[in-house]
């Protein structure tokens, strides 16, 4: 499964509907609306970059559910999933409820906020995203507990959000680059080479051990998936896989949609 990301309002206010439907003809099977946020504190600097012009182009969240609403895509009652993702102040901001009513009428299916606390969630929130059939989406890195990867498994649906890495989005590492590769014992070749694989064969042994706990949710891998060997390696060991700065600097750069998701699959 492959499910593509990008920020509202990105490169140009009025782009959000002409990028969500390229995609959907495309052939993406999920599709995360980043809801530009001034702090985004989970991203990188491409993400960065595209709140910091999607937010200066006027692109607000009143704006963008007034934009959703007229998406060919939810007229077509699209069977692509839509997920809002974004950061807890504007939706607090917005209002919960009202949030919620909003992105239920406009064909939104999940929501990942990566700084709301699973405690939060469970005690102010959980009964009102029910209510608007709103899955909600947590993130686990590879420094989760498995007590807590269970506790997020009982208490969530829609999927699991597994981040390759514990740093931010935009793969700052190589390490994404040496997925897939053979991995070469301590001291083989050079010595960076070999630290670099080295790296690389501590993501997979983590993807294993998610895949070996059997969740019910399903798994998506993201945080530094950017070309096709990153897509089909964690697909190995996930449900999915989630590309988005990867995407971004392909629309910064006036590229289609349509040609980045062809370039993946």
Not at 59 to 67: D, G
Not at 210 to 217: D, V
Not at 238 to 255: D, R, T
């Amino acid at each position: 499964m492959l499910s593509i990301y990008f920020t509202a309002g990105f490169p140009n206010l009025e782009d959000t509907n002409i990028i969500l439907e390229e995609l959907v003809q495309s052939g993406a099977d999920m599709i995360e609306i980043g809801i530009p946020f001034s702090d985004p504190l989970a991203d990188g600097p491409v993400i960065q970059h595209s709140n910091e012009v999607a937010l200066k182009n006027g692109m607000t969240l009143k704006l963008l559910f007034e934009q959703l609403e007229k998406s060919k895509v939810k007229s077509q009652k699209s069977k692509v999933p839509m997920i809002l993702m974004g950061y807890l102040n504007p939706v607090l901001q917005f209002g919960v409820e009202n949030f919620c009513k909003r992105a239920s009428e406009v064909g939104i299916s999940g929501v990942i906020l990566p700084d709301l606390p699973m405690d939060e969630y469970l005690s102010d929130y959980k009964p009102i995203f029910q209510k608007y059939n709103l899955s909600t989406i947590f993130l686990i890195t590879p420094h989760t507990s498995e007590k807590r990867i269970r506790m997020i498994d009982d208490n969530s649906d829609g999927f699991i959000y597994m981040v390759s890495s514990s740093s931010t989005t935009g793969c700052p590492s190589p390490r994404c680059s040496d997925w897939g590769k053979p991995t070469l014992p301590d001291g083989a070749n050079t010595r960076h080479g070999a630290r670099r694989q080295g790296k690389g064969a501590e993501t997979l042994k983590y993807f294993s051990r998610i895949k070996n706990m059997n969740l019910k949710n399903p798994l998506m891998i993201g945080f530094g998936i950017s070309d096709r060997q990153s897509f089909s390696t964690a697909c190995q060991y996930a449900h999915g896989a989630i590309i988005g700065s990867a995407f971004i600097k392909h629309l910064e750069n006036g590229g289609e949609a349509g040609k980045f998701v062809s370039q993946i699959r």
